[in-house]
């Protein structure tokens, strides 16, 4: 059943009232990626009652062809779409563009792909059968932190160079060179993750701290933190499963365990 209407937006915002005020925030989009019209239906009447606009896709090539020619600001994506795989178009989706992706799964016995989901990029999971309200509650928070990553990204300007292992890292350009003098590239993520590790080398750092030090929205689950590492650990450590960079601290968090050198 569903319940009363919700007044925020789904972003998390209102339009600014103050004078002087001259545009108003666009209602966001969602791209919903699921072969259940019946389902379609009912969350696109429920989130366009809420000033969501969305745009529909049974299938891979459906969503092929909205993600190229419009940008959802959020994708919903259920991982069983009948003979085509979710999962593969959760990889395709990460190839191309870092957009939000909730992935939707039918079953509790699902454990296993919405962990290979949280793994591939995306950025929160709901499992069927769910409300609406919950929907729109986990889009308005995946929103809010993204906004709120956006904006710590755009109000920090740093200099300096590190060096640490034969790995080096620009601040002002936030290029990451390998030892072989590659480039690697990072998502922002991956990169506020590394900043914090870099700022306190070799010192244990609670996943609460590195929460709050890559500015990532408190309502997030702490094994979000727990990818992060995961996929910095792919980029940094020759071999993942035995990090030598990137260690685990039981019963505390994670600390970098190199020396870092700043230039």
Do not use: C
Request: net charge neutral.
């Amino acid at each position: 059943m569903l319940t009363g209407p919700v007044t925020e937006s789904a972003g998390g915002t209102t339009p600014n009232s103050a004078a002087g005020s001259e545009t108003t925030p666009s209602p966001p989009s969602v791209l919903v990626i699921d072969d259940d019209a019946a389902m379609q239906h009912m969350l696109r009447g429920y989130l366009e009652q809420h000033t969501v606009h969305v745009l529909s896709a049974l299938r891979r090539d459906d969503a092929n062809r909205q993600l190229a020619t419009s940008k959802p600001d959020i994708i919903i994506l259920d991982l069983r779409l009948g003979s085509d795989d979710g999962l593969d178009l959760l990889r395709d989706i990460r190839a191309r563009s870092d957009v939000p992706v909730i992935i939707t799964t039918g079953h509790r016995r699902d454990e296993i792909d919405r962990v290979v989901g949280l793994e591939l990029g995306a950025d929160d999971y709901i499992t069927k059968p769910f409300g609406p309200r919950e929907l729109l509650a986990r889009i308005r928070a995946v929103l809010r932190r993204q906004e709120l990553g956006r904006a710590a990204w755009q109000r920090t300007v740093e200099v300096g160079r590190f060096r640490f292992g034969g790995w080096e890292l620009d601040r002002r350009t936030r290029r990451l060179i390998d030892p072989s003098r590659a480039p690697v590239t990072l998502t922002k993520g991956e990169y506020a993750l590394l900043i914090a590790f870099l700022d306190a080398p070799q010192r244990p750092l609670s996943r609460e701290h590195l929460l709050q030090a890559t500015r990532v929205h408190e309502d997030v689950f702490d094994r979000s933190i727990d990818v992060q590492i995961l996929r910095l650990r792919r980029k940094l450590e020759t071999d993942p499963g035995a990090p030598r960079i990137i260690q685990t601290e039981r019963g505390v968090g994670y600390v970098f365990a190199l020396p870092v050198e700043h230039l």
